[in-house]
């Protein structure tokens, strides 16, 4: 069953208890218990003004003791709004709650560690091959000429993390797709 929770430090436990105290909101309360009805019906079942209805049903409904069950239409055509008591528990925390992670925080996380250890991987490898390559003096990957390697330094230096992060940003991209997609 879903519930909902309220730290004792939110504005709204004051308007709950005050809600509880008041004898009028409470008659509004035990008939909406027993049966769905309109504003107007409220008013006229309790004898109250429709004004004095109208202000205790606002908190009421703030507050997640009533709900609007429905709609039906007036004499008039017009429509009206239909309430009832709230089944949905309401729990006082008197301190506040540990935050829980959705399904949406976790893949955040598994898409964050996923994405820096592939990258990881990536500059690792890359950075193996460019090593055996520059110890070997001969090899498959050859980025630049002898003379752009010669002015430049170590431009093959570069070739590691820049596959690094293509890898970072393509998982990270895969995993907001992802949650797009759910």
């Known amino acids: 069953m879903e519930y ?3 730290d004792v430090t939110d504005e709204r436990v004051r308007e709950l208890a005050q809600v509880l105290a008041n ?5 509004i309360l035990r008939l909406l218990r027993e049966r ?4 107007s019906e409220i008013a006229k079942e309790l004898d109250m003004p429709i004004s004095t209805v109208s202000y205790h049903l606002d908190k009421l409904l703030r507050v997640g003791l009533v709900e609007v069950a429905g709609k039906k239409y007036g004499k008039r055509l017009q429509e009206v709004k239909l ?3 709230s089944s949905r528990p309401i729990l006082l925390l ?4 540990e935050r829980r992670t959705s399904p949406l925080d976790k893949l955040r996380v598994i898409t964050l560690s996923v994405a820096t250890g592939l990258s990881a991987l990536v ?3 890359a950075e193996k091959m460019l090593s055996s390559e520059r110890s070997s003096g001969t090899g498959t990957i050859k980025m ?3 003379e752009t390697t010669s002015r430049a330094g170590h431009s093959g230096d570069y070739v590691p993390v820049l596959l690094a992060i293509m890898t970072f940003v393509i998982v990270i991209s895969a995993g907001w797709f992802l949650k797009k997609r759910f």
């Open 4 to 6: 909902e929770t309220i």
């Open 23 to 27: 004898e009028r909101a409470m008659a």
């Open 36 to 39: 769905e009805l309109s504003m």
């Open 83 to 85: 309430y009832r008591a």
């Open 94 to 97: 008197p301190r506040p709650a």
């Open 123 to 125: 500059y690792w490898a």
């Open 144 to 146: 630049f000429s002898a």
